[in-house]
């Protein structure tokens, strides 16, 4: 196993040297030029400032070598400086913030599948029946709603009309860092539109295994055992109707953090997505860099985790 | 002080509400609601927490790598300034130091008030002003060179040809007392000098000879631990909050609240929900939440007119819209539009039109007698265009030799107000034969083209923010026109050129005589508004009010047109 990791591993390096390449072309040959941006408008300045401050961030040199320059750095941990944040690295202000972005995709995780995998499996035994129905709706309206839209329905109801949530931020101002009722009541609405296209997913899935599982003849030997329908649901037909669920994991992490840049910008949510989003928007080349590098080795160590869940749930698949 | 102080040296473009608000640099007009008699008698007391909102997160807390408006306002409440621009006409003020001018114009003296201290007990001197003044002169990043350029001996010190900085003196006898020797004449200049007093016993071994830029990298830059200011530095959590607290040995005295929070929401809708709820108990909102605004007991509102204004850039030099090179269909375009109907359509009418650069609440602002207010009038328009030698063809728009007058208006996507101009704009040009069409993009690929001086730039609607400085010399003088051929940017897009604009920018910002009295300068700003008004290389489009709200319990709220926050030290709670 240790050598499978670290075959993945291996592989998964020259995807990366690839996002690189792409993320930094696109990067800087869309429109617009960062250092203009961030001088725009400034009293007395002058072309001389605006070709000093080039020069400092290197965009004064020519574009391969600055991105070998870059790669050559990014290797050794540092991404260089901010364009934006004058003071402060990009690699550390990416991460100050990925505890929070972890804390809501955690989150809305656990509710995805503690939401998702049950209404699944209910809907499949009720096949039919109001339930069913009920949950099928829900997950095709999980399907079709974007969530910044979403968002912005659940801040009208909950916030503004209601007045039951905090509609922006982390924690109310003046409470302690560790107050973790008010930080729940934070996390709730953005984890729950974060999560809502995932649970449709899961509930959606979980539905047409169970479905498909308990047709299969083993089912029918252990009923016909004599086992009670509890516990043919739950030894047999459960573990087998989760392997999609491991193989959907996968593609929901990548989804939890790309989706969690929009939701983190609807809900002022501290995160990476909120961060890299913002330094798009400014064209801080370094920040955004650093953003999408991390997200991808993130993203390349899920999808291993992911691969060694398998194993974990379907003895025939072996890795190594 | 503060805010407006610093927005006051940033002409920082208006390119979202965000800055707007941000800005709160709040200006004239009638402070509608504040009541300073309560002040007077009643007992201040203390305690409770100013939580103002914010769409842009700070970027920094070293005031010398400022460049944006969320920034400046905290650090302008950590550090304080020696002078300040007076709330109501902007002119400057002594605040932790006094000044003298010295004969000529080309020197000053300041002397820092006695009692001001660093909130870790030590004087504020001379030297640590001086501190930022190296800080400037060392930083590869920061946009601040050219506040202290014209110092005497700066260039020799920033280029590590020099160990100090000749043209700054201190004082023997005295070390709160320093003369500054500049190059030339520049009328403004006190308000750049005013600067950034650093603690020379924090950063001062960040700016001794050789350091290269050590600053730039000072750990104390972002986590600062020692204050001139009416509050000290707590907590930064990034994209949500700042914090500061009350610093207890303030020279002017212990503020009354004990904490000041900047807040960042996601838009003006959820800052005007916050306002509502009592979230959030000072922030500025936009015309359109205003009226539901006024139905809110709990809040109230001060109206002031906004240090700055959004117009209609007209190409002057286009080599498609060639009509725009003509004064006269400058001007047709100005009676063409009805800049009343854009006000209380986009503004719900809080604001007003504008016909040249000044806006109203600045001295430099002329006579109106003496300008063409360009009243609606469509008639008079299709006269001027006729008289440019245009004749209206079948389809209803007029052209000369085959050419329609045609133009693309252009602005940032996503900006209600400037979309809802160009598309007014488009719509009533239509009607004086004009074929005006609109184009909505992304902000940094345009003010990118535009700095760029692209070609494909005909029209453009922008804004500017002005500050303290009333010298519009980074805008119209010639020099800060872009050259696509050399590379040279600059924001006098639309390449609008005159010789005589020139000379009164030149003579108002550093005149041959030193004489930088207002009167004179006024008459400089005259001959400049009276010659804008009249070629119209803009359609100066409007000033907007700027609609600050506070909890209704907040005492001492008395924003000026220069300054909103100037006084935050003696703002308090009513319980």
Same mark, same amino acid.
């Given at each position: 196993?240790?050598?499978?990791? @670290?075959?993945?591993?291996?592989?998964?390096?020259?995807?990366?040297?690839?996002?690189?390449?792409?993320?930094?072309?696109?990067?800087?040959?869309?429109?617009?030029?960062?250092?203009?941006?961030?001088?725009?408008?400034?009293?007395?300045?002058?072309?001389?400032?605006?070709?000093?401050?080039?020069?400092?961030?290197?965009?004064?040199?020519?574009?391969?070598?600055?991105?070998?320059?870059?790669?050559?750095? @990014?290797?050794?941990?540092?991404?260089?400086?901010?364009?934006?944040?004058?003071?402060?690295?990009?690699?550390?202000?990416?991460?100050?913030?990925?505890?929070?972005?972890?804390?809501?995709?955690?989150?809305?995780?656990?509710?995805?599948?503690?939401?998702?995998?049950?209404?699944?499996?209910?809907?499949?035994?009720?096949?039919?029946?109001?339930?069913?129905?009920?949950?099928?709706?829900?997950?095709?309206?999980?399907?079709?709603?974007?969530?910044?839209?979403?968002?912005?329905?659940?801040?009208?109801?909950?916030?503004?009309?209601?007045?039951?949530?905090?509609?922006?931020?982390?924690?109310?101002?003046?409470?302690?860092?560790w107050d973790l009722a008010d930080r729940l009541r934070h996390i709730i609405m953005p984890a729950f539109v974060l999560a809502f296209g995932g649970i449709a997913l899961f509930t959606r899935l979980l539905r047409t295994e169970t479905l498909e599982v308990i047709r299969q003849d083993y089912i029918r030997t252990a009923e016909a055992k004599g086992l009670t329908d509890r516990v043919v649901v739950y030894r047999h037909a459960l573990r087998n109707a989760l392997i999609p669920v491991v193989t959907a994991l996968g593609g929901v992490l990548t989804f939890l953090i790309s989706g969690a840049l929009v939701i983190e910008q609807v809900f002022t949510w501290p995160g990476v997505g909120q961060l890299t989003f913002q330094s798009a928007v400014a064209k801080d080349y370094p920040v955004v860099m650093a953003g999408v590098m991390i997200a991808s080795t993130m993203l390349v160590i899920s999808y291993l985790l992911r691969d060694l869940t398998y194993a974990l749930v379907d003895p025939r698949i072996k890795v190594g | 002080m503060a805010a407006a102080?610093?927005?006051?040296?940033?002409?920082?473009?208006?390119?979202?509400?965000?800055?707007?608000?941000?800005?709160?640099?709040?200006?004239?007009?009638?402070?509608?609601?504040?009541?300073?008699?309560?002040?007077?008698?009643?007992?201040?007391?203390?305690?409770?927490?100013?939580?103002?909102?914010?769409?842009?997160?700070?970027?920094?807390?070293?005031?010398?790598l400022v460049a944006d408006t969320p920034s400046g306002r905290i650090t302008d409440l950590i550090y304080d300034r020696l002078i300040q621009a007076d709330p109501q006409n902007g002119e400057p003020k002594p605040r932790m130091a006094t000044f003298t001018a010295g004969a000529g114009g080309k020197s000053y003296t300041f002397t820092l008030n006695a009692n001001a201290n660093w909130s870790d007990g030590k004087p504020i001197i001379a030297e640590d002003w001086a501190t930022g003044v190296k800080a400037v002169a060392m930083s590869k990043i920061t946009v601040r060179k050219s506040d202290f350029s014209n110092i005497e001996g700066f260039q020799e010190f920033a280029d590590g040809k020099a160990t100090t900085i000749s043209g700054i003196v201190i004082d023997p006898a005295n070390p709160k007392k320093w003369t500054v020797t500049l190059k030339a004449v520049q009328c403004d200049g006190i308000f750049q000098m005013s600067g950034y007093t650093l603690p020379a016993?924090?950063?001062?071994?960040?700016?001794?000879?050789?350091?290269?830029?050590?600053?730039?990298?000072?750990?104390?830059?972002?986590?600062?631990?020692?204050?001139?200011?009416?509050?000290?530095?707590?907590?930064?959590?990034?994209?949500?909050?700042?914090?500061?607290?009350?610093?207890?040995?303030?020279?002017?005295?212990?503020?009354?609240?004990?904490?000041?929070?900047?807040k960042v929401v996601a838009d003006a809708t959820v800052l005007a929900a916050q306002l509502k709820t009592g979230e959030l108990n000072f922030g500025t909102i936009e015309p359109k939440d205003l009226a539901d605004m006024e139905r809110v007991d709990s809040v109230k509102i001060s109206k002031y007119q906004n240090l700055g204004y959004t117009y209609i850039g007209w190409r002057v030099n286009s080599p498609t819209a060639t009509a725009l090179a003509d004064k006269r269909v400058r001007q047709a375009l100005a009676y063409g539009l009805n800049m009343d109907d854009v006000i209380k359509?986009?503004?719900?009418?809080?604001?007003?039109?504008?016909?040249?650069?000044?806006?109203?609440?600045?001295?430099?602002?002329?006579?109106?007698?003496?300008?063409?207010?360009?009243?609606?009038?469509?008639?008079?328009?299709?006269?001027?265009?006729?008289?440019?030698?245009?004749?209206?063809?079948?389809?209803?728009?007029?052209?000369?030799?085959?050419k329609t007058i045609s133009f693309t208006i252009?602005?940032?996507?996503?900006?209600?107000?400037?979309?809802?101009?160009?598309?007014?704009?488009?719509?009533?040009?239509?009607?004086?034969?004009?074929?005006?069409?609109?184009?909505?993009?992304?902000?940094?690929?345009?003010?990118?083209?535009?700095?760029?001086?692209?070609?494909?730039?005909?029209?453009?609607?922008?804004?500017?923010?002005?500050?303290?400085?009333?010298?519009?010399?980074?805008?119209?003088?010639?020099?800060?026109t872009p050259d696509p051929a050399t590379k040279k940017t600059g924001f006098n897009f639309t390449f609008f050129k005159s010789a005589e604009v020139d000379k009164a920018i030149e003579e108002g910002r550093s005149p041959a005589s030193g004489d930088c009295s207002v009167a004179t300068r006024k008459g400089h700003y005259a001959t400049m508004n009276k010659i804008l008004n009249e070629e119209?290389?803009?359609?100066?489009?409007?000033?907007?009010?700027?609609?600050?709200?506070?909890?209704?319990?907040?005492?001492?709220?008395?924003?000026?047109?220069f300054s909103a926050i100037y006084n935050m030290h003696e703002w308090w709670f009513k319980k």
């Open positions: 196993v240790r050598k499978y990791i @670290a075959r993945r591993l291996l592989y998964a390096i020259p995807t990366l040297i690839g996002i690189s390449i792409i993320v930094f072309a696109i990067s800087r040959l869309a429109p617009g030029d960062p250092v203009q941006l961030y001088t725009f408008g400034i009293q007395d300045i002058t072309q001389a400032d605006v070709d000093r401050i080039r020069a400092a961030h290197g965009l004064d040199k020519p574009m391969p070598l600055q991105y070998i320059t870059w790669a050559t750095n @990014a290797i050794q941990g540092d991404f260089g400086r901010s364009i934006i944040y004058p003071s402060q690295n990009a690699s550390r202000l990416i991460i100050e913030r990925i505890p929070n972005t972890i804390q809501l995709a955690v989150a809305a995780l656990l509710l995805q599948l503690l939401i998702g995998v049950p209404l699944g499996i209910i809907a499949a035994l009720n096949r039919g029946k109001i339930i069913d129905q009920i949950a099928r709706f829900f997950s095709t309206i999980g399907q079709a709603v974007p969530d910044f839209w979403m968002g912005l329905v659940f801040i009208i109801i909950f916030s503004v009309t209601l007045r039951l949530l905090p509609s922006q931020g982390m924690l109310t101002i003046g409470k302690d860092q | 102080h610093r927005t006051s040296r940033a002409l920082v473009a208006v390119f979202a509400a965000s800055i707007l608000v941000a800005t709160g640099c709040t200006t004239g007009g009638p402070a509608a609601t504040t009541a300073p008699t309560a002040a007077a008698t009643v007992a201040v007391q203390k305690g409770g927490r100013i939580i103002e909102g914010t769409f842009s997160d700070i970027r920094t807390l070293q005031p010398v016993h924090v950063f001062g071994k960040y700016v001794a000879a050789g350091q290269a830029d050590a600053i730039d990298k000072a750990a104390e830059n972002d986590n600062p631990t020692v204050f001139s200011g009416p509050y000290k530095f707590k907590e930064w959590r990034k994209g949500d909050q700042v914090i500061l607290t009350r610093n207890d040995s303030y020279w002017q005295g212990a503020p009354h609240t004990d904490e000041y929070v900047y359509a986009v503004l719900f009418g809080e604001g007003q039109k504008q016909v040249a650069h000044h806006v109203p609440v600045q001295w430099a602002y002329p006579a109106p007698a003496t300008l063409n207010a360009y009243p609606y009038d469509t008639a008079k328009a299709e006269q001027l265009i006729k008289d440019a030698g245009y004749t209206k063809g079948a389809d209803g728009f007029y052209a000369k030799d085959g252009r602005t940032n996507s996503g900006n209600k107000t400037r979309e809802t101009l160009a598309q007014v704009a488009a719509e009533q040009y239509k009607k004086i034969g004009v074929d005006a069409k609109t184009q909505f993009e992304a902000f940094q690929g345009l003010v990118t083209q535009l700095q760029e001086g692209h070609q494909s730039i005909e029209a453009v609607i922008i804004g500017w923010a002005l500050g303290n400085s009333v010298d519009p010399y980074t805008i119209w003088h010639s020099s800060n119209q290389p803009y359609n100066f489009g409007f000033a907007n009010n700027t609609l600050a709200v506070t909890a209704k319990n907040l005492e001492n709220f008395k924003p000026g047109p």
